[in-house]
């Protein structure tokens, strides 16, 4: 049976951690990567990013998603309905 979707890990789960124990993770639970998020990465220059999305890719690993910068209140995707109300209006504006 060939899986048409796959799972991955996201970012800010794991601020505290270093990149390659989040590859260790990625790998032994047969994840695709990682949801990326500004935080994950706050740290570094031009160049050490493009070192670090070399080194996810050589281990088989990718960021498919990026989660910009976003206050809690202006999450569209918020369990609370009028806190997802208000940032859907937000962003429409």
């Not at 060939?2 to 590859?23: I, K, P, Q």
């Not at 260790?24 to 998020?37: D, K, Q």
Request: aromatic fraction near 10%; charge should be negative.
């Amino acid at each position: 049976m060939e899986t048409a979707w796959s799972w991955a890990v996201t970012g800010y789960s794991h601020l505290h951690r270093r990149h390659e124990d989040l590859f260790r993770t990625c790998r032994h639970a047969g994840l695709s990567g990682v949801e990326g998020s500004a935080e994950l990465v706050a740290d570094l220059g031009d160049s050490e990013l493009e070192a670090l999305a070399a080194a996810y890719a050589a281990d088989g690993l990718r960021f498919d998603t990026v989660h910009l910068p976003f206050e809690r209140d202006d999450d569209i995707a918020s369990f609370y309905e009028t806190t997802r109300r208000r940032a859907v209006d937000k962003a429409v504006l």
